[in-house]
């Protein structure tokens, strides 16, 4: 009931004082939930597809068990360290903030390279995991779903920390986020049960590149955060100021500074932080892309090993060539 009040009184005020950084909050918090979530979802669904074709239906069990842990556990690392700060002096809370958002950014970016590369093989190598957890038990089988779905979460919930922290929007942002996964638990589903189809090659490149933007930003506000504490030089060196001209307060600015950590006076730390890491991350992004295309994918030791003799027919997983992460 606590962070039910929290949450309303925090929107009150919000609203009162600036009705479009509710939506922006939201919003950008809503995209990060529904490319993470799909992300999430689609391990799920591969997970799933496996054991029915495998007639080991007792095994879902297990794997809704391990999905239920890592969904907690990305829950409590968000409050913790998001509320936590609350209770800390503004310096220390200050502190607190811009190493998290650093260590946000380490961890999303290692994630995105990674998903750009293993993205065609990432089903067999799933597949192969579950084979050999089925003849471990069903503590395994939980420990796997655990740590495939938990990958993922702990990826979320340090990126949404930094997106949070930089917008200082209380629960505003964890309520789009379930908004923005709960739109990707429907649109798993329906690319289960073949009513859809999507080219997730083409979906996951787009949210990539937009993820790396987004931890861009999150580095500028780590950086200008602990310039503010004194943890690194250069606070007074702006690199150019367009408050002039630039309205922060207005929708545009909102938007863009809610999403993008876009402000007037960066500093000159942070322009080159923000344009060394676009350029170096998006290179290697789609160097990686094209490395993982380029890569054989069913004719790999793992898909061998997992695969069943009607695994081609079965009709509860996509097609692969418009899914390729599900092939």
Same mark, same amino acid.
């Not at 309303?8 to 600036?18: E, T």
């Not at 863009?256 to 350029?279: E, H, K, S």
């Given at each position: 009931?606590?962070?039910?009040?929290?949450?309303?009184?925090?929107?009150?005020?919000?609203?009162?004082?600036?009705?479009?950084?509710?939506?922006?909050?939201?919003?950008?918090?809503?995209?990060?939930?529904? /490319?993470?979530?799909?992300?999430?979802?689609?391990?799920?669904?591969?997970?799933?597809?496996?054991?029915?074709?495998?007639?080991?239906?007792?095994?879902?069990? &297990?794997?809704?068990?391990?999905?239920?842990?890592?969904?907690?556990?990305?829950?409590? *690392?968000?409050?913790?360290?998001?509320?936590?700060?609350?209770?800390?002096?503004?310096?220390?809370?200050?502190?607190?903030?811009?190493?998290?958002?650093?260590?946000?950014?380490?961890?999303?970016?290692?994630?995105?390279? &990674?998903?750009?590369?293993?993205?065609?093989?990432?089903?067999?190598?799933?597949?192969?995991?579950?084979?050999?957890?089925?003849?471990?038990?069903?503590?395994?089988?939980?420990?796997?779903?655990?740590?495939?779905?938990?990958?993922?979460?702990?990826?979320?919930?340090?990126?949404?920390?930094?997106?949070?922290?930089?917008?200082?929007?209380?629960?505003?942002?964890?309520?789009?986020?379930?908004?923005?996964?709960?739109?990707?638990?429907?649109?798993?589903?329906?690319?289960?049960?073949?009513?859809?189809?999507?080219?997730?090659? *083409?979906?996951?490149?787009?949210?990539?590149?937009?993820?790396?933007?987004?931890?861009?930003?999150?580095?500028?506000?780590?950086?200008?955060?602990?310039?503010?504490?004194?943890?690194?030089?250069?606070?007074?060196?702006?690199?150019?100021?367009?408050?002039?001209?630039?309205?922060?307060?207005? &929708?545009?600015?909102?938007?863009?500074?809610?999403?993008?950590?876009? /402000?007037?006076?960066?500093?000159?730390?942070?322009?080159?932080?923000?344009?060394?890491?676009?350029? *170096? *991350?998006?290179?290697?992004?789609?160097?990686?892309?094209?490395?993982?295309?380029?890569?054989?994918?069913?004719?790999?030791?793992?898909?061998?090993?997992?695969?069943?003799?009607?695994?081609?027919?079965?009709?509860?997983?996509?097609?692969?060539? /418009?899914?390729?992460?599900?092939?």
């Amino acid at each position: 009931m606590y962070y039910v009040s929290a949450l309303a009184s925090s929107g009150i005020a919000v609203l009162a004082a600036d009705g479009p950084s509710v939506w922006t909050q939201m919003v950008g918090s809503a995209l990060i939930g529904l /490319r993470e979530g799909l992300e999430t979802g689609i391990v799920v669904m591969v997970l799933i597809a496996f054991v029915v074709k495998t007639d080991r239906r007792d095994a879902l069990k &297990w794997i809704w068990a391990g999905v239920g842990a890592a969904v907690a556990m990305t829950l409590v *690392v968000f409050l913790v360290i998001h509320f936590g700060t609350s209770t800390m002096t503004p310096l220390a809370a200050e502190t607190i903030a811009g190493v998290a958002s650093l260590v946000a950014v380490g961890i999303v970016t290692f994630m995105v390279l &990674w998903m750009s590369e293993a993205s065609s093989h990432i089903s067999a190598d799933l597949k192969s995991g579950m084979s050999k957890a089925l003849l471990a038990g069903g503590a395994s089988v939980l420990g796997l779903a655990f740590l495939a779905v938990g990958r993922e979460g702990f990826e979320t919930a340090l990126l949404m920390v930094g997106y949070a922290e930089s917008v200082s929007g209380g629960l505003w942002p964890l309520l789009g986020l379930v908004i923005g996964i709960l739109a990707a638990v429907a649109l798993t589903v329906l690319i289960y049960r073949g009513a859809i189809r999507m080219n997730l090659s *083409v979906f996951f490149t787009y949210t990539g590149l937009f993820l790396i933007v987004v931890a861009a930003g999150i580095l500028t506000y780590g950086i200008r955060a602990l310039q503010t504490v004194g943890w690194l030089p250069g606070l007074g060196n702006t690199a150019f100021d367009i408050s002039a001209t630039y309205d922060a307060s207005s &929708w545009y600015g909102t938007i863009l500074g809610g999403i993008f950590n876009v /402000r007037p006076d960066p500093t000159i730390l942070q322009v080159i932080a923000w344009i060394v890491y676009v350029v *170096v *991350v998006t290179t290697i992004f789609f160097r990686r892309q094209r490395a993982g295309h380029r890569a054989p994918t069913s004719k790999t030791p793992a898909a061998r090993k997992s695969a069943t003799p009607d695994e081609s027919s079965a009709p509860a997983e996509p097609a692969p060539e /418009r899914n390729p992460q599900c092939s």
